[in-house]
């Protein structure tokens, strides 16, 4: 899926031409982007079946597919479904090999990861203006990310507009302000320690009054407790519903894949507090336990939307079940 198709409200018709053929190229070159910057988790998994998959199909090699599973944070319920799907797909197959059995297995977990409608995994800015709340603790990349989606909404023809209302934090503030310097929109921010359903409220305002068509909405990360940062993320959440009914049109939990089973805490607690639409999961470059994301998508029944793999802005990509259940599980031609 290329960028203009992930966003539900981009009109291909105004997209430039080059953009388009941009996109492409990006989408061609990503597969052994993706696999490369995937190598920790693909090496500890081919570590973890060393042993058992040289000597056939038997049921040792479905145990250490299941303990292989378990160790890349696919999680025990995940995993118990998955490899009684691939067991039935293999025997009827009469998969004997190690690639086959490996492409089997990523085309069983690339399953798992898609969505019942495909429509989930879009974004939806079709509104006018949208509000995109993005939420996460400290620390997983949620102004990045904001920054980078602005960077391709800006490219797509769009008016983002970003909202700096993680105000507890002045860092926080000035790193969004230097993107939207970067991206070249408008930012909506007040004084440290501002109420930060009020600079919403006056990002929502200004949105309006400026023509802007995406509202990107930074949230805090971190309060006193847990149970304060999701009472003030419900309060900001308040907020923009009444100020525009129907929004937010997205609320997106940015996750670091490197804090695996605790990535999936805490998508539990921020799904309960504000109705989580997509997860933006970032950093898989920089671990070896990517099935975070099967369990994720398997728990909650959470789209995974984008994915982070480094630190240039194109690596922010669309997210695709197939390409990375081939690039951590898929044989070695896959």
Request: with cysteine; charged share 30%; aromatic share 4%.
């Amino acid at each position: 899926m290329e960028w203009h198709e992930v966003f539900k409200g981009i009109d291909e018709a105004e997209v430039p031409a080059e953009v388009i053929a941009e996109e492409e190229r990006e989408r061609r070159g990503f597969f052994g982007k993706l696999r490369s910057s995937l190598g920790k988790a693909r090496g500890a998994v081919q570590d973890q079946l060393k042993g058992a998959i040289y000597v056939g199909v038997d049921r040792r090699l479905y145990e250490q597919t299941e303990e292989a599973l378990i160790f890349a944070d696919v999680g025990v319920d995940a995993t118990v479904k998955i490899v009684d799907e691939l067991e039935r797909r293999v025997t009827a197959a009469r998969i004997e090999m190690r690639d086959p059995f490996m492409d089997e297995l990523a085309a069983v977990i690339a399953g798992t990861l898609r969505p019942e409608d495909p429509e989930q995994q879009r974004i939806d800015v079709s509104a006018d203006p949208s509000v995109l709340l993005v939420v996460g603790v400290n620390g997983t990349g949620k102004t990045t990310t904001i920054g980078k989606i602005a960077w391709r909404l800006k490219q797509l023809g769009k008016t983002p507009l970003m909202v700096a209302g993680d105000t507890f934090r002045a860092a926080a503030v000035e790193q969004l302000s230097e993107w939207a310097s970067r991206v070249g929109c408008d930012i909506v921010k007040q004084a440290a320690d501002a109420d930060p359903a009020a600079v919403v409220y006056d990002g929502i305002a200004a949105a309006r009054s400026r023509g802007a068509d995406v509202v990107l909405v930074d949230t805090a990360g971190r309060l006193h407790t847990q149970v304060n940062l999701m009472r003030e993320l419900e309060k900001v959440r308040r907020v923009i519903e009444r100020q525009m009914p129907g929004a937010p049109h997205e609320t997106l939990l940015v996750l670091d894949a490197t804090t695996g089973q605790n990535g999936l805490r805490q998508a539990q607690q921020f799904q309960e507090a504000v109705d989580v639409t997509g997860v933006v999961l970032t950093k898989l470059d920089g671990t070896a336990k990517g099935g975070i994301v099967v369990a994720i998508h398997d728990a909650l029944r959470i789209p995974i939307k984008l994915i982070g793999v480094g630190e240039q802005l194109e690596d922010l990509r669309p997210f695709d079940p197939d390409a990375f259940a081939r690039a951590i599980f898929g044989g070695d031609e896959g």
